[in-house]
C-alpha cells in the first residue's frame, strides 16, 4: 500500500509513525515532512497546499491514499481535487471544512442547529465593530473570522483591548483577509478540552480527550500559539460529559452537516471549555490537531489505517477503538521569538539521546536536515512526548528527554501536564 502524508509538521510526524506501525506494512511519502519524518518515509519538495503539483505526483507514484494534516490544504480544495479524479483521501471537501475557515459561518451553524456555544456577534466593518464593543461588558473575546495559525483569538478584558485587537484585526490586517470579519463572542469560564472524533458523514466514533496548552509561557500567559504542548487523556473530560458531549455536540453537528449539504468525513476537533453548565464548543478544526495528535497516535492501539478506510468507505459503525490507558505527554520546544519573529537554521542537539530515553518519542515539527546537522526550520520545533503509568510519570519522562535537547533560544514551558496531576 502506497500513502502520501500532506504536511510536515508535529502532527503530520506523530501521523506517520503510526501509520508506520500499521501490520499492512505500507510504503509512505510525506510532502512536505521533516528531517523527523524522513527516517520513516520519503519526503517530496512539494507544499501542503500546491494541488497541482501534489495531483501529479499522486499520479506517477500511483499513491493508493492521501492522508491530509494540515487546515490549509482542506481550505484550498484538496480533498474536492482528488475526489474528482478518483484518488482515495481522507479528509473533509472545502465546504466541509468551512466549520473551521469561517468562524461565522460555524457559529451561525451553531445557533441554527441548537448546539451549545458562547453567544455571538459577527462584524465586516470596523466602525461598527468598534462601536459594539464600547458598550459591551466585558472580558469578550475577538477571534478573525478565516484561520490564523491559531493566533487569530484574542481575549479582551476592557474596552481597550478591544479596540486594539480590532484595529490589528481589521485596519493593520495583521491577519490579512482573515481578519476582514470579526467574531465577538461572550468570555466563557472552566476547564478546556480538546476532543477529536472520526466521522464517516453518519456515526461518530470519539477519541479519548486531550488538553493543549495554547500560551506561550508557564501559567497560560503571553500570546497564543498553534500549542505548546498536550496531554492525554484529560481527567477532567468524564465518562458522563463524554456522553453528554456526543448527545449535544458531534452527533448534531454530523447530522447539520448533512442537512446543510455539506457531508462531513474525516476527523472533528472540538475545542471545549467545560461550563458549570456543560460543554461549550469554543471552536472546530477540519483535521487532527497539533500537539494532540502526538499524544493520541502513542496511545492508540487500533490500526490507524483500519480506521481511515473505516471513515472514507463510511463502515465506522463497524469500528473498534482501542487505547492504551497509559497517559502520554507531549512539551513542545519552540525557537525563541515565536508566536512572534524567531530565527531559523539553528542546529539542534541531543535528540539520540531524548530518543533513547524509554518510554519517549521525539516528534520532529519544524526541522530540516542539512549536511549530516538536523537544523531547526520553523517556530514550533519538536514535540517531545512520552508515556507512563499515571501522568505525573509522563511528564517527568517527557521533561528529562527534554534535558538532553539544545538549541540557541530554545522555549519550552516547564508546567505541561500539571494541571492533569492537580485534578
Ligand atoms: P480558539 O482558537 O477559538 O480555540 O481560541 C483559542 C483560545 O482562546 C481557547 O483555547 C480559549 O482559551 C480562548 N477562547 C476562545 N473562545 C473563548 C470564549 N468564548 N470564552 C473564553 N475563552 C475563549
Ligand atoms: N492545538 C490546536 C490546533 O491544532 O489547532
Not at 180 to 189: A, K
Not at 259 to 270: F, S
Not at 278 to 302: C, S, Y
Request: aromatic fraction near 6%; include cysteine; charged fraction near 25%.
Amino acid at each position: 500500500m502506497r500513502i502520501l502524508i500532506v504536511g510536515g509538521g508535529g502532527r503530520e510526524h506523530a501521523l506517520a509513525w503510526k501509520i508506520s506501525r500499521s501490520p499492512r506494512k505500507p510504503q509512505i511519502w510525506c510532502a512536505p515532512g521533516n528531517a523527523g519524518i524522513a527516517a520513516l518515509a520519503t519526503c517530496v519538495e512539494i507544499a501542503a497546499d500546491n494541488i497541482p503539483a501534489l495531483l501529479e505526483f499522486v499520479r506517477k507514484q500511483a499513491i493508493d491514499l492521501v492522508v491530509v494534516g494540515p487546515e490549509a490544504a482542506l481550505a484550498a480544495g484538496i480533498v474536492d481535487a482528488f475526489q474528482e479524479r478518483g484518488v482515495r483521501i481522507f479528509g473533509p471537501t472545502r465546504e466541509a471544512a468551512e466549520l473551521e475557515t469561517s468562524k461565522a459561518w460555524c457559529k451561525a451553524l451553531f445557533r441554527k442547529h441548537n448546539i451549545p456555544s458562547a453567544g455571538f456577534r459577527v462584524f465586516d466593518r470596523h466602525d461598527d465593530a468598534a462601536r459594539y464593543v464600547d458598550r459591551t461588558p466585558h472580558p469578550v473575546v475577538i477571534k478573525a473570522d478565516g484561520i490564523a495559525a491559531g493566533k487569530g483569538v484574542t481575549v479582551c478584558r476592557t474596552p481597550q483591548e478591544s479596540q486594539a485587537a480590532l484595529a490589528a484585526a481589521m485596519k493593520d490586517r495583521v491577519f490579512g483577509k482573515a481578519g476582514d470579519r470579526v467574531v465577538i463572542e461572550e468570555f466563557l469560564t472552566g476547564e478546556e478540552a480538546s476532543v477529536l472524533a472520526l466521522t464517516d458523514g453518519q456515526t461518530i466514533a470519539m477519541l479519548e480527550s486531550a488538553q493543549d496548552h495554547k500560551r506561550i509561557n508557564d501559567g497560560d500567559e503571553g500570546p497564543n500559539t498553534g500549542g505548546m504542548g498536550a496531554y492525554s487523556p484529560a481527567p477532567v473530560f468524564t465518562d458522563e460529559i463524554a456522553a453528554t458531549t456526543a448527545r449535544e455536540i458531534f452527533v448534531p453537528l454530523v447530522h447539520a452537516m448533512r442537512e446543510e449539504r455539506r457531508p462531513y468525513k474525516g476527523v472533528l476537533y472540538a475545542g471545549l471549555m467545560l461550563t458549570r453548565s456543560g460543554p461549550r464548543v469554543l471552536e472546530i478544526n477540519a483535521r487532527f490537531g497539533d500537539p494532540e495528535t502526538q499524544p493520541l497516535m502513542v496511545r492508540l492501539k487500533t490500526d490507524l489505517l483500519d480506521l481511515i478506510d473505516a471513515v472514507i468507505d463510511g463502515k465506522l459503525a463497524q469500528a473498534d477503538l482501542e487505547w492504551d490507558p497509559d497517559p502520554a505527554v507531549c512539551v513542545v520546544a519552540a525557537s525563541g521569538g515565536y508566536p512572534g519573529d524567531f530565527r531559523k537554521g539553528l542546529e539542534i542537539q541531543g535528540l539520540d539521546a531524548a530518543s533513547k530515553v524509554p518510554g519517549v518519542h521525539v516528534f520532529h515539527a519544524g526541522t530540516t536536515a542539512k549536511g549530516g546537522k538536523i537544523l531547526t526550520s520553523g517556530g514550533r520545533v519538536l514535540g517531545v512526548t512520552a508515556t507512563g503509568t499515571t501522568h505525573a510519570a509522563a511528564r517527568d519522562t517527557a521533561y528529562r528527554a527534554m534535558s538532553a535537547i539544545r538549541f540557541d533560544g530554545i522555549h519550552f514551558r516547564r508546567d505541561i501536564g500539571l494541571r492533569a496531576i492537580r485534578t
